[in-house]
């Protein structure tokens, strides 16, 4: 069971917008910047947002990221095709079990 | 870029050894150095990380079993898991940050490795 809660899956068309939820804690979340990843099947996963709403250079501004309390969201607006994939949020954890924690994945499918 | 070697399989009860290269940048640099892990049909798992100087920060979950080490004259650094279960079976990503020094920042992903625990 993760630190980090995202719903397991999410569905909508192509066009329409997503936004994945993260829920977490204090100690985590609220505390420290929240990072989100794609993972495309059988690829390493690849960085979207970082510092609660960065984008590293080329990912287009179709994907955003915020944060509000213990919660994190990632926004992808003009879903296309090539979107479905897992997406997972990362922190950092501060309570006795300090680490890096991961959400336990979104798998989004685009119809 | 980096790039994960290793066996792909380990007996159980044995110790899992995996190496990353670093290249195209110095191991120096001011970043740490992370393993994560992925079960296959699971979610990702932060193992522990390693800065230069030698420093480590283990998942606490597996800390007794972890070792972490890194070797600036090769420019990589090394993952030892020891007394390994089925349940360790995943593929092994090495991963470090670059545009940020946020913890749980990964810019820079290996390939991946899979490690199977069977006899």
């Known amino acids: 069971q993760s630190v980090l809660t995202q719903p397991p899956s999410m569905s909508a068309a192509p066009g329409q917008k997503v936004t994945i939820s993260c829920s977490g804690s204090?100690?985590?979340?609220?505390?420290?910047?929240v990072s989100w990843y794609q993972q495309l099947p059988g690829t390493a996963p690849k960085l979207l947002i970082y510092?609660?709403?960065k984008r590293p250079s080329g990912i287009p501004d179709r994907f955003s990221g915020s944060k509000s309390g213990t919660s994190a969201t990632l926004g992808i607006t003009g879903l296309q095709t090539g979107d479905e994939a897992d997406y997972y949020c990362?922190?950092?954890?501060?309570?006795?079990?300090?680490?890096?924690?991961f959400g336990g994945g979104t798998t989004l499918t685009v119809l | 870029q980096l790039q994960e070697s290793g066996p792909g399989l380990v007996k159980p009860s044995g110790t899992l050894s995996l190496t990353c290269a670093v290249s195209?940048?110095?191991?120096?640099?001011?970043?740490?150095w992370s393993w994560v892990r992925q079960p296959p049909g699971q979610g990702l798992e932060w193992i522990g990380e390693?800065?230069?100087?030698?420093?480590?920060n283990h998942n606490p979950s597996l800390t007794s079993r972890v070792t972490i080490s890194v070797d600036k004259f090769k420019n990589q650094f090394s993952l030892r898991l020891n007394s390994v279960t089925a349940a360790d079976t995943a593929v092994y990503y090495c991963?470090?940050?670059?545009?940020?020094?946020?913890?749980?920042?990964?810019?820079?992903w290996g390939r991946g490795t899979m490690v199977t625990v069977s006899s």
């Open positions: 991963a470090t940050g670059i545009v940020t020094g946020s913890s749980g920042t990964f810019d820079i």
């Open positions: 195209g940048g110095s191991i120096s640099s001011t970043n740490w």
């Open positions: 390693i800065y230069h100087s030698g420093s480590t």
């Open positions: 204090t100690s985590n979340i609220e505390t420290h910047y």
């Open positions: 510092d609660n709403n």
């Open positions: 990362a922190t950092w954890d501060s309570s006795l079990n300090a680490g890096v924690v």
